[in-house]
């Protein structure tokens, strides 16, 4: 790796002027492609101190080994010149959204002298309409087959149209009804081109006209008892409602935008867009990316943008809505304009319908991530790849069989809760997953908190390795009068969080005597691992295996955490003082309420005052005084609901 130090310019050798980037390795090739609004800012930030960069840029620029800059005249022709060189390089530090495959259209050849359906990919021509775009192609083409069954427009290839011309004989779907078979002059050139206009007219939206007219002569037909003829009707009707049914209107009916949602972690994101066009969802796309390189939403949104639109003008529809805006609204909208040839509306959609199929979009991306690293983590080979890769990493000298991941969760140090996840085999063991609650001492603080959940999970472990009949408090299942004991000890401990909660960890293991199960501790914002006594963290590959298996595992534990702490949160929030004085029970506590009215004026008053509430004498009275005098307002007893003592 090269010392950035050694090709960083001088700083009065960098213009000012906006301009695009190019960060070459020691190869000449390039790795890292970006723009700037002001060069001599944006270079000198990646010159700084090296620990202050965030590690991937920290990556990049000690693998880069000189670096080059365009000056433009505008920030609108640095974001061109940006996607150019992207496209051009591929460079291995840059996000590339990789999808080289155009849009399928249903396209209605009305420039022909018998026009035809069929999909298209590819630029749009004069004199055809066009009607999607559509996602996946196969949804386009099953819908065109149940059409040609109302609509029986030509839709095969000129050659085909030529041979069954000069033959006489119409293709088979000239003799199935789904070709009017213009071919051998079975409909005028008049019908057929009305044919093909009223094909686009439903697929502009109209279809209501049509079931109407189609329910009509159905009801004729049944009039003159020709129930065949009847039958067709009704199977025509219902092919029309399964392709309108497919295309749903979910915004205003002349609503044309597509809506981006994002989801992603510290290694990847998921894309997702819903093309609406005609107030109807069209089709859905999607991606999952690598991030290569540390971006701000906003970048990361224009990125996105540039790379879908740049090459296909004619996917850009009059409204666009993202998560978050770009850097550069302004000169994006300008450039999305430029491209359309027409105004492009950019924008967050911040309420109404929008707004509800935005966060459903979102929350797809949300679903797609979630597939594509569960689909990543069920394949028995990346599984064992995982293990064996942490396994080395780690120097353990015994597979990692069992991994237990533990994770602590409070709201301003109330409710303490923790969580043990259990993954065997790469895989989440839920039978085997634990909750602590933690109050007293223990409570003050994460690293306190975690020392008394591995000294209550271990020292547990350890009366049971004596005697078995030993339960381990875990929860009793229904039917059951057994409860369930912990598994036997796992081969490696992980804890979220960095030195500190690897310290009291590691300490609780010590004071028990254990000295056989390795710690390590997974640092949310940099991914990294920390060791016991380790000054430098270890650092697992991006996109490893390993790394994604204890980041799942990070993330499991997290989420039982939550999941258990505003459980208990909820339930503390119901309790009252009240509850802990012995004597008085509901029916009194209720009367206690609504003779004084609050809390507040129950804690000031005297014992004659209490007395004066039906049901409490005066030795309760007094006890209720002796309990809530001193009290805080804001004090609850919580129950602790604990698993282990």
Not at 13 to 21: K, L, M, S
Request: some cysteine; aromatic content about 8%; charged content about 30%.
């Amino acid at each position: 790796m090269a010392d950035p130090a050694s090709y960083r310019p001088k700083t009065s050798d960098i213009p000012t002027n906006p301009g695009v980037y190019r960060f070459r390795d020691e190869h000449g090739r390039v790795i890292y492609v970006g723009k700037a609004k002001v060069l001599r800012n944006r270079l000198l930030s990646y010159f700084a101190n090296p620990d202050r960069l965030t590690p991937k840029t920290r990556t990049m620029v000690f693998t880069a080994a000189s670096v080059q800059w365009t000056v433009v005249g505008s920030e609108l022709e640095a974001l061109q010149l940006e996607y150019t060189w992207i496209k051009e390089y591929t460079p291995r530090f840059n996000i590339v959204f990789r999808d080289d495959k155009t849009y399928p259209y249903l396209a209605v050849t009305m420039d022909e002298k018998y026009p035809r359906a069929l999909v298209m990919r590819g630029d749009k021509r004069k004199g055809v309409k066009y009607f999607g775009p559509f996602y996946p192609a196969k949804a386009i083409r099953e819908t065109l087959d149940t059409l040609l069954r109302v609509f029986p427009v030509r839709s095969c290839a000129p050659g085909v149209f030529r041979r069954a011309e000069a033959s006489g004989r119409p293709c088979l779907l000239g003799y199935i009804d789904k070709c009017a078979a213009p071919c051998v002059g079975r409909i005028s050139e008049e019908d057929h081109r009305q044919l093909a206009e009223d094909l686009c007219t439903f697929m502009s939206g109209e279809a209501t006209r049509f079931t109407k007219a189609l329910t009509l002569k159905m009801q004729e037909a049944v009039a003159e008892l020709e129930y065949e003829r009847a039958a067709r009707y009704r199977d025509d009707i219902a092919a029309l409602n399964k392709v309108f049914e497919r295309n749903a209107v979910v915004l205003a009916q002349n609503t044309d935008a597509d809506i981006f949602g994002i989801h992603g972690d510290e290694l990847e994101a998921a894309v997702q867009v819903f093309h609406v066009r005609d107030g109807r969802i069209r089709s859905q796309r999607g991606w999952v990316v690598e991030k290569v390189s540390d971006l701000t939403d906003a970048e990361f949104i224009e990125q996105l943008l540039t790379q879908v639109y740049a090459d296909h003008a004619d996917r850009i529809p009059r409204e666009i809505l993202v998560p978050a805006m770009p850097e550069d609204p302004e000169e994006v909208t300008t450039w999305l304009t430029e491209l359309r040839g027409s105004k492009v509306s950019l924008r967050i959609a911040q309420r109404g319908d929008k707004a509800a199929l935005a966060s459903t979009v979102e929350e797809n991306a949300e679903q797609a991530l979630r597939l594509h690293k569960s689909k990543r983590a069920s394949d028995i080979t990346t599984r064992s790849l995982a293990m064996q890769e942490l396994q080395d990493a780690l120097g353990a000298e015994q597979a990692l069989l069992r991994i237990e991941c533990y994770d602590a969760s409070h709201t301003q140090g109330t409710n303490v809760v923790a969580s043990m996840v259990v993954f065997e085999d790469g895989l989440p063991k839920k039978s085997e997953y634990r909750k602590f609650s933690i109050t007293g001492e223990a409570a003050r603080d994460d690293t306190a908190s975690m020392y008394d959940v591995i000294h209550r999970r271990f020292s547990r472990y350890l009366k049971e390795k004596v005697d078995p009949n030993v339960f381990s408090g875990g929860e009793v299942e229904a039917g059951t009068a057994e409860v369930k004991k912990f598994a036997y000890p796992p081969s490696l401990v992980i804890v979220d969080g960095g030195p500190p909660q690897v310290a009291a960890a590691q300490q609780a293991l010590d004071d028990l005597g254990i000295d056989d199960i390795p710690v390590v501790g997974l640092a949310k914002r940099l991914e990294e691992l920390w060791l016991p006594d380790d000054p430098f963290p270890l650092i697992l590959p991006r996109a490893s295996a390993a790394l994604y298996l204890v980041q799942r595992l990070r993330d499991e534990a997290h989420r039982f955490a939550i999941t258990f702490h505003r459980a208990k949160r909820g339930k503390s929030m119901l309790e009252s003082e009240l509850d802990a004085i012995p004597g008085l029970g509901k029916a009194k506590q209720e009367a206690l309420r609504k003779h004084f009215g609050s809390m507040k004026k129950i804690r000031a008053a005297g014992v004659a005052e209490l007395m004066q509430v039906s049901g409490i004498g005066e030795k309760l009275a007094t006890t209720i005084r002796d309990s809530l005098e001193g009290s805080s307002p804001n004090a609850v007893n919580m129950t602790t609901g604990e698993i282990l003592d």
